[in-house]
């Protein structure tokens, strides 16, 4: 079974673009959720998806938003960046969220110049 | 607010000894504990995990205990390998939450 897939993996973007990542989860996981992680605040999430609706959302900006698709691939959307938006963002996947096993992605590695 | 505290933030040891990696949250109704393992430039991978209805599991090598009353729980890896060497996060979340909070993780260095 192929694991949880993001792209892409690398992205160099300057500050005020916006840039968007993708995800595909385990075939059958219908949970997505997404995580930041910096090396000074380690991992914070950032919201988690469910048959297109979104459960819960982190303490981030608007400028981060996020949708999933009926087929639970997700997509999140960061505008107007800023230098300290850089960091990996990963993705995960479970069977229906809540408490339930998460599998992560290998992320997406963004830096702002 | 909710937090998982983790301690120590690095952790060596010698190759064949144990380590152990200790979690404390915030949140009295967290009830699932996963604990991943993170290696340079990957992605973090669910090692173990516990639910608030046991005390203690084992796989192998690697066991987590779990106290509610004190509200920690920690991650015990015995007869460590050179491949065990990474940074490991605990994690707590609670019913109907939908996310992971995550410790500032444990970087492991065991020595051949």
């Known amino acids: 079974k192929a694991g949880v897939t993001q792209t892409p993996r690398y992205l160099i973007k300057t500050r005020g673009q916006q840039v968007t990542l993708s995800c595909s989860p385990i075939?059958?996981?219908?949970?997505v959720s997404w995580y930041q992680q910096t090396p000074g605040q380690g991992l914070q999430f950032l919201f988690e998806y469910f048959s297109e609706t979104q459960r819960n959302k982190g303490n981030f900006p608007g400028r981060f938003s996020g949708r999933q698709f009926s087929n639970s691939r997700s997509e999140m959307n960061v505008s107007t960046l800023e230098l300290g938006d850089s960091a990996l963002y990963l993705c995960a996947s479970s069977l229906f969220g809540g408490n339930q096993p998460q599998h992560f992605g290998d992320g997406t590695r963004l830096s702002i110049l | 607010g909710e937090n998982v505290e983790q301690h120590p933030s690095t952790l060596s040891v010698q190759e064949g000894d144990s380590a152990v990696i200790k979690c404390t949250y915030s949140?009295?109704?967290?009830?699932?504990f996963p604990w991943y393992k993170q290696e340079l430039g990957k992605r973090p991978q669910l090692i173990i995990d516990i639910r608030s209805n046991v005390g203690e599991k084992k796989d192998q090598r690697i066991a987590v205990t779990l106290n509610k009353t004190a509200k920690h729980f920690s991650l015990h890896i015995t007869e460590t390998q050179p491949e065990d060497s990474a940074v490991y996060f605990c994690a707590a979340s609670r019913d109907s939450s939908y996310k992971l909070i995550f410790g500032s993780g444990t970087r492991l260095l065991v020595r051949p």
């Open positions: 949140d009295s109704a967290s009830n699932y």
């Open positions: 075939s059958g996981h219908r949970s």
